[in-house]
């Protein structure tokens, strides 16, 4: 029978992890994304992990007592993840018919904007700190946040990005050109050694010793 049903995803998912050890699955993704559901204990929370431009093909882990994540995208990245870092759950967007800063009304919003006799130009946009719907004008500056696990940069508000502290920019994540669009992967903790099968037909052999 079916125990639990996690959501989360919005493109396929390429492949599952399991860390026995932690009680965590972890999962890649079409939609570029990392997700570590945490399962142990019924606790069903699941960290984000953002640092490819395209689909995530495969991830690879390094249990006890490395703690060490590979993940290998599309965009021949391959991303290395320290989940010995402490991050926190993204934050959830809030949805609303105007923006959340300036009060603006959105596209949508035809009562109002008919009301007030104003032109639809405002889209929805979301800052990825604090969850908040604002306008684009609200919202004009980019940053990279990895305590939330957004290792590219996203869309911010005005009062976010003024306040963030330097702790949540701190990131321990690695990117490395890898050169081949993947197919499978294959760690070899003991050995430290990576095994990568490419859409080249090819397989490569990456000693990881300086990551673990």
Known sequence: STQSTGAGHSGSIRQLLWDDERGRLISCSADKTVFVWEIAEGEGTALQLHCHRDRVNAVAFSGQPELILFSFGADKKMCVWNLRTERQQAALWEESNECQECREPFFWNLERLWNERKAPTKRQHHCRRCGRAVCGECSPNLSILPLYGFELPVRMCRPCY???????????????????????????????????????????????????
Do not use: F, M, W
């Not at 081949?180 to 990881?208: E, F, M, P, S, W």
């Open 162 to 212: 003024q306040q963030i502290p330097d702790n949540e920019l701190c990131s321990s994540t690695s990117t490395h050109n890898i050169l081949i669009d993947q197919t499978c992967v294959h760690l070899d903790q003991a050995k430290k050694l990576l095994a990568v099968a490419g859409t080249d037909n090819t397989i490569r052999l990456y000693d990881i010793a300086a990551c673990l």
